[in-house]
């Protein structure tokens, strides 16, 4: 809102014919006495101006001035009344020249710019922002106007403004040196000579720093500038003070060692491509500064000087061993090199890094021992070298860690006995240890980490029993123990970790019964307790396990009948077979989306709508015959994948049905069955069945090992209605999944698992890809088995020693 009363002005051009002399504020007296500025010598001159010469002509206007107007326009801090310091000096002549000849005079009194430039707007604004945009790209014609592109500009600390073409500049910095070098000469009166930052007002009138829009947005929109000194500005409004703090903060330059440190990693590591860093790597808004930014690169600017705190290139590929150049980067916090191809050691110097609070080193080929230094990055919050090849034990100076949140060690090669001066990582929450050679006594001082949310331990040579100082971890919310020896273990520790959600004790040599209290963890959702020694009954709290969705009770020794509600609403597999359990199915048994195994049980298998499993169950069972068949001396398997027959003329049974987490198939002619057991956790949405279209050397077959079953858990096939006799038993293996991609991340996995055939191992810890020298070639595994009952079975089981994946063809003669 704005009151305009109409005042008669000269349609004379005049610098100042803002000047109002009906103002009350106007005396004619007072400017005549004063003396006027010469910028030819720096001085005030004796010779007076006229009142016209200085005001110009006030006849034949026609034009309107607002009186008043609202505060905020853009140009109110030329009345600052701060500013009452004026400076004697002789103005250069170079930047004289630029000046634009009817602005060269101000005159005085002060006239209020906000009355000039509303004058102007209404009759140039609209040509001055042509006209610059014209210059700007290099146009030669004015329309209509002059390619006048002159704004004021002052600097702080001096009373005398200037005004500069843009078109002599043509960029910030020759635009900033220059006007620093136009002020030169008053800076030497000055007692601070301070750095100064150019900032600029733009056509909304609001002030910016300098440099964050390109440079012909900004000779478009820019109206004024003004030279600050850094860490100190007027204060127009408490918004803009927070701005223009940030602005400045974010401006400061990057430590120099750290910018040439970066550069040589950045061409080490060939990531020019990807992080092509020109500026200054610390630059405020800098795409590779975002936080989902990769490469990312994030810096503290809040001293003087800025310092790279956050370097990630995460599964980019980079090759070679970690250069030293990375650690002149010594405020580094946030460190991610992971699911790279890095090899070598991790150096010593790791440990002058002492501000890290994230580590991240995982699926790498690193190899030597893990470096004790490690132990001085007592800052660290998580800690990653997982799925490398590192060896011996793991350094004791890693309890140093008392900060320690998160460590993720798993298949990372290490051995020996977990140290035990882990028991002072009292601030641990998340260990993952599995799948590596730790050995002696699984250790009792874990049960004191009591803020412990998540333990993996499987897959190792520890041994028992399961200490009963578990029970004080009641904060536990994913626990998954498995594979060990030496002695019992129970489930009494079980009792207050109601928080479980995965609870997982896989081949642990458990006996005893299973705990009641176990049926009141509400929030259990996945309960593996296979391959044990439990005896008992399957307690009847089960049946209140609502969120249970996967239950695995195989190979105890568990009797009585099933709860006869234990398939729960969101129960989706159940395996509870070969334990010596009868009684018959539970009422819901076939309930819409959950399957169920009872093989190797006396459950009444009669209500099941499939008579063919019914049939093969009735077979499996001890001393019984399957006297629907004509007893065979011989089958072929084509796993996972339709029939087919080899170059060599054998016929492929059609094996290509899909399993789930606890399944049970039979073949179209009942000679042989076969059953999953085991889901992916962190794969809601898995294939058991893995392909692949490359072709498999060392074979005249490659058709047959495109297919594979793969679980992660275990898988068998059972032989029915067979001959007794000696068998030759051949396993046709090639690795389908993993890749020999050296220059990849993606080539550095294993997949391990153990072979039995009729309950005797004949492979530990199998990996196709070492046995066949690489992925994609094809290799047979011949063994002899006895048949002395109508069934036979081969399986093949993870145990929690990696993914339990992998590609095989059985073929068994008489």
């Known amino acids: 809102m704005e009151l305009q009363l109409g005042l008669s002005l000269s349609t004379t051009h005049n610098p100042i014919d803002g000047s109002d002399i009906n103002n009350k504020e106007f005396d004619p007296k007072e400017i005549l006495s004063l003396k006027p500025w010469s910028h030819d010598y720096g001085c005030l001159l004796d010779k007076k101006r006229s009142f016209e010469d200085a005001f110009g002509k006030l006849k034949d206007a026609s034009q309107t001035l607002p009186l008043l107007l609202w505060s905020g326009h853009p140009n109110d801090e030329d009345d600052d009344k701060r500013e009452k310091k004026r400076l004697s000096c002789r103005l250069s002549k170079i930047h004289e020249e630029v000046l634009e000849e009817d602005d060269l005079v101000v005159g005085w009194p002060p006239i209020k710019s906000w009355r000039k430039k509303m004058l102007r707007q209404r009759q140039v604004g609209d040509r001055i922002v042509k006209n610059r945009v014209a210059a700007a790209a290099g146009g030669s014609e004015n329309n209509g106007g002059s390619n006048s592109m002159y704004v004021k500009v002052k600097m702080e600390g001096v009373a005398i403004a200037r005004k500069v073409d843009l078109r002599l500049f043509h960029s910030y910095q020759t635009l900033t040196s220059s006007l620093i070098s136009m002020f030169d000469k008053c800076l030497q009166l000055e007692k601070d000579n301070a750095n100064y930052t150019l900032a600029y007002q733009d056509k909304d009138g609001d002030w910016l720093l300098a440099g964050d829009v390109p440079w012909q947005t900004f000779i478009v929109?820019?109206?004024?500038?003004?030279?600050?000194?850094?860490?100190?500005?007027?204060?127009?409004?408490?918004?803009?003070?927070?701005?223009?703090?940030?602005?400045?903060?974010?401006?400061?330059?990057?430590?120099?060692?750290?910018?040439?440190?970066?550069?040589?990693?950045?061409?080490?590591?060939?990531?020019?491509?990807?992080?092509?860093?020109?500026?200054?790597?610390?630059?405020?808004?800098?795409i590779w500064s975002n936080e989902?930014?990769?490469?990312?690169?994030?810096?503290?600017?809040?001293?003087?000087?800025?310092?790279?705190?956050?370097?990630?290139?995460?599964?980019?590929?980079?090759?070679?061993e970690i250069p030293s150049d990375l650690f002149v980067l010594k405020e580094l916090m946030d460190l991610n090199l992971g699911q790279n191809v890095l090899n070598g050691s991790i150096p010593p110097e790791i440990g002058q890094l002492s501000n890290m609070q994230y580590l991240s080193l995982g699926i790498n080929n690193l190899t030597g021992p893990v470096p004790p230094e490690l132990g001085n990055l007592t800052k660290l919050l998580s800690l990653s070298f997982s799925s490398n090849n590192f060896f011996g034990p793991l350094p004791i100076a890693l309890g140093n860690l008392t900060s320690l949140q998160q460590l993720y060690i798993d298949s990372s090669g290490v051995s020996g006995q977990i140290p035990q001066e882990f028991e002072n990582l009292k601030s641990l929450q998340i260990l993952w240890a599995s799948d590596n050679l730790f050995n002696g006594k699984l250790p009792d001082f874990l049960g004191t980490l009591t803020k412990l949310r998540v333990l993996r331990l499987q897959g190792t040579l520890l041994e028992g029993s399961i200490p009963s100082s578990f029970s004080a971890l009641n904060n536990l919310e994913d626990l998954r123990i498995g594979d060990l020896s030496g002695e019992d273990s129970s489930l009494e520790f079980l009792k207050t970790q109601t928080n479980l959600s995965i609870l997982v004790f896989r081949n642990c040599l458990i006996s005893g019964e299973i705990p009641e209290q176990l049926g009141t963890f509400s929030k259990l959702k996945l309960l593996d307790l296979s391959f044990n020694k439990l005896t008992g009954h399957i307690p009847d709290s089960f049946q209140d396990l609502a969120a249970l969705q996967y239950m695995y009770l195989g190979n105890n020794n568990l009797s009585g009948e099933l709860p006869a509600n234990i398939i729960g609403p969101q129960l989706n597999a159940i395996d509870v077979s070969f334990n010596p359990l009868s009684g018959n199915l539970p009422q819901n048994f076939a309930k819409v989306g959950s399957s169920m195994i009872v093989v190797g049980t006396s459950i009444n298998a009669n209500g099941l709508q499939d008579s063919k499993v019914s049939g093969m169950l009735r077979c499996l069972q001890a001393d019984l015959k399957c006297s629907n068949k004509v007893p065979s001396s011989s089958f072929s398997i084509k796993c996972g994948g339709t029939g087919q027959t080899s170059a060599s003329g054998i016929e492929y049974d059609d094996d290509s049905e899909i399993l789930g987490a606890a399944s049970l198939q039979t073949s179209s002619d009942n000679f042989w069955a076969v059953s999953n057991v085991g889901n992916f956790i962190s794969n809601p949405s898995p294939g058991y069945i893995a392909q692949t279209d490359s072709q498999i050397t060392e074979t005249l077959d490659s058709e047959l090992y495109k297919k594979a079953r793969i679980s992660p858990s275990s898988l068998r096939y059972y032989g029915l209605g067979l001959k007794n006799g000696r068998y030759?038993?051949?396993?046709?293996?090639?690795?389908?999944?993993?890749?020999?991609?050296?220059?990849?991340?993606?080539?550095?996995?294993?997949?391990?698992?153990?072979?039995?055939?009729?309950?005797?191992?004949?492979?530990?810890?199998?990996?196709?890809?070492?046995?066949?020298?690489?992925?994609?070639?094809?290799m047979i595994k011949k063994f002899e088995a006895n048949v002395t009952t109508p069934s036979w079975t081969f399986t093949s089981f993870g145990l929690g020693k990696a993914l339990a994946a992998y590609h095989f063809k059985a073929h068994m003669d008489l």
Not at 755 to 776: C, H, P
Request: glycine share 6%; charged share 20%.
């Open 221 to 286: 929109s820019v109206q004024r500038l003004e030279l600050l000194k850094n860490g100190v500005m007027r204060i127009l409004s408490f918004s803009f003070f927070v701005v223009w703090v940030f602005q400045v903060v974010s401006a400061q330059p990057t430590d120099p060692n750290e910018v040439a440190a970066l550069s040589k990693m950045i061409d080490y590591w060939n990531l020019r491509g990807k992080l092509n860093i020109t500026t200054d790597p610390c630059a405020q808004n800098a």
């Open 728 to 778: 030759n038993v051949e396993l046709h293996f090639a690795e389908i999944v993993m890749d020999d991609v050296t220059q990849s991340w993606k080539g550095l996995g294993r997949r391990l698992f153990d072979v039995y055939i009729q309950g005797n191992r004949v492979l530990q810890d199998f990996n196709i890809q070492k046995e066949a020298g690489g992925s994609k070639r094809a």
């Open 292 to 320: 989902d930014a990769n490469p990312r690169i994030a810096c503290d600017c809040l001293g003087s000087t800025c310092h790279i705190t956050h370097l990630k290139i995460y599964a980019l590929d980079i090759a070679g």
